[in-house]
């Protein structure tokens, strides 16, 4: 399973750190993906990193402003995010992948095996 931690408010501008842990399986042989999904609209991915060469992809939306990374010891993900804005409130998801590699099409769901149960990100002054 997976289970993220590491949500909460944070004031437009700021920046949080949300992490994901796995158990069960070991992260570190697959992709890891961040998805997140806002009240009323569809899920939306928006950061992968492979797990051979650790290549990132990031969605138009978030580019520049969030980073993805791993720590194999620990068998966890992070997302960094910075310059929050209150379009980026949404519950927060990570997934682990069905392979190695970010597939394409990068955010179809069926490309990852493992979902976290999310986590609140509010960005509100």
Same mark, same amino acid.
């Given at each position: ?49 492979? %797990? #051979? ?8 939306? /978030? ?5 993805? @990374?791993?720590? +194999?010891? $620990? ?14 409130? %949404? #519950? ?8 190695? /590699? ?5 955010? @179809?769901?069926? +490309?990852? $095996? ?12």
């Amino acid at each position: 399973q997976l289970v993220e931690s590491g949500g909460g408010l944070v004031q437009p501008g700021g920046s949080l750190r949300i992490s994901c842990v796995a158990s069960g399986f070991t992260l570190g042989e697959r992709a890891i993906g961040w998805f997140r999904q806002a009240p009323g609209k569809e899920r939306e991915g928006v950061a992968c990193m492979s %797990a #051979i060469d650790g290549r990132t992809e990031y969605s138009d939306s /978030v580019k520049g402003r969030f980073s993805i @990374s791993r720590d +194999n010891d $620990k068998n966890a993900g992070y997302l960094q995010m910075n310059n929050l804005e209150p379009e980026d409130t %949404a #519950i927060y998801f990570c997934a682990a992948g069905r392979f190695t /590699v970010c597939m394409k099409p990068l955010w @179809s769901a069926n +490309n990852y $095996k493992y979902w976290g149960q999310g986590t609140q990100v509010t960005v509100s002054s």
